[in-house]
């Protein structure tokens, strides 16, 4: 994916890539810093704008090329397999995002499923960290192994749940949706897509 990516101008170059006992992977270097740079942080509501914004660009992209073909299908794949090995964590979600316990968040998934569709070119861990700006324009992304053609809610939901944990607040939930454009989110598939993240 992060090939993928750097053929869109969207990342750097891979340079190398080697698996033994770890993964290794050396890439160039993307100039600037990541969203949370405190200089980001002290304009909560600029860093909000800009990572809205540039969310709209990725999920205009046509992503014809892409590798990875059906993020959804393994997406729930894993949902369904982290349930039945009880892996299941909701302690750093927003309390809108809340759920019960696990038996709820899986009647939301076994329910709403066909929500889901896979259109759309996913950054898959949308989050302040994996975002480069350079003095605020947009360097690159990184940390793309979760990417692929997918719901573009996986990224909206990442990018509302990083406003949040990041900067301490939800008070930027609804500015973040307002610039990605209301009109384009449909809420009953992110709630969908909260259920799914807390199989991790």
Known sequence: ???????LNLTCNVLSYVT???????TEKISGNDCIYYKYLQNPKKLCDTIAEQLVFLHSINPKDCPIKNHTENYLKTAFSNYKSENYDKSQFLDSFGYKNEEEALKVIEQNKHLLSNDTLLHGDYCLPNIILDNWKFSGFIDLDSGGIGDKHVDIFWGIWTLYYNLKTEKYAKRFIDVYGKEKINFDTLRLIASIEVFG
């Open 20 to 26: 033994q006992d770890y993964d290794y992977m050396l």
């Open 1 to 7: 994916m992060t090939k993928y990516f750097n053929s």
